[in-house]
């Protein structure tokens, strides 16, 4: 099941409450009945967007231009595998800001505010407030930032950032046109906010199928998340298992302990998928959860550099990596190998490097020093080094040659540089990390029984006891991590598995 925002789906905008999935589309009304006769828990959630404003009404002159990154980072690595131009941005972005003038017209239409008369009953996610609640929680700011971003590039629609609402559509035009360079502005579509149902997520496994109905999966943001990105790192872990499950895929991945698993889950180590799955069947959630860095307590090892690096061997274990994408991936991290050792082992004279110190404001050396030692030092860049490198004679060492492997892939070198930079600015702290990490996963390897009777484990709390019976962790690890499990309820559960693991599970 991935129904996003559609099931029992309401838009709401101004006094107006109709049945409709996003864009008006039909609404899916009978599942959620279905969902309640198999005994899920359900409950409601909101989430809104803003108007859409036609390109030619908007007088760009009098916005600021808000130009794309200018290194882009591709979000796939077969783009940087396969790619071997420049990317480019081909759109810009403008910025605009809210006044005391939207301000007033907002104040004033409050009480047509479906979210301020009680019409809206579903919680919304807290990071991306309506214009209408910025007013009101945050009545000290005396504008808002708006971003008037092409809704694409075969489109005159544009979407105003920042501006999600859903006061009546004539209350919105006139917000919208009292903001500078908006005022002609022609609302092509007015925004609105829209109720659904989603599940409670505690009710899944970390495979994402429903722990009291084998076969069932659930994804996205019918789980209680939101989000495009949030939702597709779901899908691909709910589809492979159930692929798994019905035995459309090779069950070949590796579990905890090595061994192969009909099961596939990421760890809270290894991917922000696994601390987003983690967090929801684990935690719950009473609101639309996004997914933050600072969820992660393993973030720097879960870097967007080393993506490929985590997850590409997984992928090609289940049959889902061709061979020759897995190929190019592992010339790339041999040659950051090679990279990195050589860094360690070349010694820099401080003729060959004091000139590029210098240039970059830092200390000149007096005796040889390794190039791993200089390149941990902030303002020197492995690029820094290679280039004074390149100058030494050709066989005593030109690190440019291990990168010249892949010379033809231009984005895969400068990723291949940055890697090898990374990994030895920052070796102390990963290092540091991954021996958390250790501890974290012998947590995890603990299997609890599947069925433990928790109501029967003497010295529980009563909270951990009820906590416990609901979610019915599948690790040690997962169990400490609900909330109101207590490290003192864990070591219960730990001496009681020890004691008599049997009669722990019936
Ligand atoms: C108005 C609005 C604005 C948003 N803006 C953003 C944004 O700016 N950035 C962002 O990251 N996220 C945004 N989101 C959230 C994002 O759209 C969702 O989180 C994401 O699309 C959810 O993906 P999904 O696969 O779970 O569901 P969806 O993408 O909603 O897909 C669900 C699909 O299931 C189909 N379906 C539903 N019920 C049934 C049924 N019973 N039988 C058969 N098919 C069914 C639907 O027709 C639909 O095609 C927005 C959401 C809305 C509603």
Redesign the pocket.
């Known amino acids: 099941m991935?129904?996003?925002?559609?099931?029992n789906a309401h838009i709401i905008v101004g006094l107006n409450k109709w049945g409709a999935?996003?864009d008006n589309?039909k609404p899916?009304t009978q599942?959620a009945g279905a969902l309640e006769t198999l005994g899920i828990e359900t409950t409601i959630f909101k989430?809104?967007?803003p108007a859409r404003i036609h390109r030619r009404s908007v007088d760009f002159a009098k916005l600021a231009v808000q130009n794309g990154d200018d290194e882009i980072v591709p979000m796939s690595f077969e783009t940087e595998y396969n790619y071997k131009g420049k990317l480019q941005n081909k759109v810009v972005c403008h910025i605009a800001y809210t006044n005391e003038r939207t301000h007033e017209i907002i104040r004033q239409n409050l009480d047509k505010s479906p979210l301020y008369n009680g019409m809206i009953e579903g919680v919304g996610p807290r990071y991306c407030p309506s214009i209408e609640d910025k007013i009101v929680r945050f009545a000290d700011k005396p504008r808002h930032q708006l971003f008037i971003e092409p809704m694409g590039m075969n489109t005159d629609e544009m979407y105003i950032q920042g501006f999600s609402s859903s006061m009546p559509s004539d209350v919105q035009t006139q917000m919208i046109r009292s903001i500078e360079g908006l005022e002609n502005a022609e609302v092509m579509r007015p925004g609105y906010a829209?109720e659904y149902v989603c599940v409670n997520p505690m009710q899944l496994k970390a495979t994402l199928e429903y722990k009291r109905h084998r076969g069932l999966f659930s994804?996205?943001?019918?789980n209680g998340?939101?989000?495009?990105?949030?939702?597709a790192a779901q899908?691909i872990i709910a589809g492979i298992n159930a692929a798994l499950y019905c035995g459309a895929l090779k069950g070949d991945a590796q579990n905890i302990d090595g061994a192969v698993a009909d099961e596939f889950i990421l760890r809270r180590d290894e991917a922000y998928i696994g601390v987003l799955i983690d967090d929801l069947i684990t935690k719950g959630t009473n609101e639309p959860y996004r997914m933050m860095t600072a969820r992660a307590e393993f973030r720097l090892l879960l870097r967007q550099d080393n993506a490929d690096f985590r997850l590409t061997e997984k992928g090609y274990n289940l049959g889902l990596i061709s061979s020759e994408r897995k190929t190019k991936f592992d010339e790339k991290w041999a040659v950051v190998k090679r990279g990195v050792d050589k860094m360690k082992r070349t010694t820099i004279a401080p003729r060959e490097i004091n000139n590029y110190l210098d240039s970059v404001g830092e200390m000149r050396i007096e005796n040889g020093v390794r190039a791993a030692e200089l390149l941990k030092r902030p303002k020197v860049s492995y690029h820094g080094i290679s280039e004074a490198l390149r100058r030494r004679d050709d066989d005593a060492a030109d690190s440019a040659s291990d990168v010249g492997n892949l010379e033809e892939y231009s984005n895969l070198k400068a990723a291949i540089e940055k890697e090898i930079e990374v990994l030895i600015k920052y070796e102390g702290y990963i290092s540091k990390q991954i021996s958390q990490v250790e501890q974290f996963k012998k947590l995890e390897a603990k299997k609890l029984p599947k069925r433990i009777d928790y109501s029967k484990l003497l010295g529980l709390r009563l909270e951990a006891r009820q906590k416990l019976q609901k979610v019915a962790p599948e690790t040690v690890g997962q169990a400490m991590r609900i909330s109101g499990v207590s490290p003192a309820d864990i070591a219960v559960l730990l001496a009681a598995m020890k004691v008599c693991p049997k009669t722990a599970s019936q």
Do not use: K, M
């Open positions: 991935a129904t996003g925002t559609f099931l999935g996003p589309l899916s599942l989430t809104g967007t829209i994804c996205g943001q019918i998340t939101s989000g495009y990105e949030e939702a899908g």
